[in-house]
């Protein structure tokens, strides 16, 4: 472990604001790219079902 | 007499199949997230906790733990993009296309985390958020072609036209990445060289360096999961009128 105490490992020796940033960007940066395509298959699916059901009902 | 020689292994063919590249895909998907999640876990904790601070730069030294694997996934991503795209034009292979596509918007925010980490990190370490150096600079042109691959592919609409233009695009701008790579050596730069050489041996401790390729490996299971979903979303959109599609939407 290289910090004593969870103050020092919040502070990071004065640079905590540059790295908490960093991290805090990369874990926007994953979860949008993750969360993103699963909310457009959501879509993608739903519009698929809806048009399945009117050519269905034209039949 | 005809007889053609076949040099490319059975996969490179099946993968022409849009329905076999969905259904292999869906079966990688939960192997790889799950591997994306652990390593990235992991490595993150190895990384602001365990790992040690930088006898120079302390504690801002973390942030390569994000910055580095950024970058190079970006520039990977970028590669991919590219042959994939070569690959559509020469085979006129649709899925190489959608791949090609899928691969913008990953490669695009990557560039963005490794420029803005980056910045972040270049402020307490040379004073200044951002200076034209070569490698900064470079890597701002691999983010303006990747969001030039995007604007072709909402500008036009003919489907195969824009994955046949945006595939020349990426392959004109592949002349960017040696620069990249090699901007550190053959200009003066603020910026430090290539922490992993594949030659040698890391400047930097184990202890260092371990968890950094925990997380460039996490970071590239986490490409796999995200290019992947992109991509079952692009067939699916593509090939809607195929049977198949229309039997997995009534099965749910």
Redesign the interface.
């Known amino acids: 472990m290289s910090f004593d105490s969870f103050s020092d490992f919040i502070a990071m020796g004065g640079h905590g604001f540059y790295v908490w940033l960093s991290y805090a960007i990369a874990l926007v940066v994953v979860v949008i790219n993750i969360v993103n395509p699963a909310l457009q298959k959501k879509k993608i699916v739903s519009n698929l079902v809806r048009r399945l059901r009117r050519e269905n009902k034209s039949l | 007499m005809s007889e053609k020689k076949n040099w490319m292994p059975r996969w490179f063919y099946q993968l022409a199949s849009p329905r076999w590249s969905y259904e292999i895909m869906g079966k990688l998907l939960p192997g790889f997230a799950i591997a994306a999640f652990l390593l990235?876990i992991a490595g993150?904790v190895w990384a602001?906790?365990?790992?040690?601070?930088d006898y120079q730069q302390?504690?801002?030294f973390?942030?390569i733990y994000?910055?580095v694997p950024?970058a190079l996934l970006a520039q990977s991503c970028y590669m991919m993009m590219a042959i994939a795209g070569a690959i559509g034009l020469i085979w006129k292979m649709k899925v190489a296309d959608m791949v090609a596509k899928s691969c913008a918007?990953?490669g695009a925010?990557?560039a963005?985390?490794a420029l803005?980490?980056g910045a972040?990190?270049g402020?307490?370490t040379w004073g200044s958020w951002w200076v034209w150096d070569a490698r900064l600079t470079s890597m701002l042109i691999l983010l303006f072609l990747y969001l030039g691959v995007i604007a072709l592919y909402s500008a036009i609409e003919n489907e195969a036209m824009a994955a046949k233009s945006a595939a020349v695009l990426a392959l004109v701008g592949l002349v960017n990445i040696p620069i990249i790579k090699y901007s550190v050596d053959w200009w003066n730069t603020l910026h430090q060289p290539a922490t992993f050489k594949l030659t040698e041996r890391p400047a930097m401790a184990p202890e260092m360096w371990l968890p950094l390729l925990v997380m460039v490996i996490g970071f590239y299971c986490?490409f796999a999961?995200?290019l992947m979903?992109?991509t079952?979303?692009e067939i699916?959109?593509r090939e809607?009128r195929a049977s198949w599609?229309?039997e997995l939407?009534?099965k749910?």
């Open positions: 990235l993150t602001l906790l365990f790992a040690p601070s302390g504690n801002s973390r942030i994000i910055h950024s918007p990953i925010t990557m963005v985390l803005a980490t972040i990190w402020k307490p986490f999961v995200s979903m992109r079952r979303n699916l959109v809607r599609v229309k939407v009534e749910q």
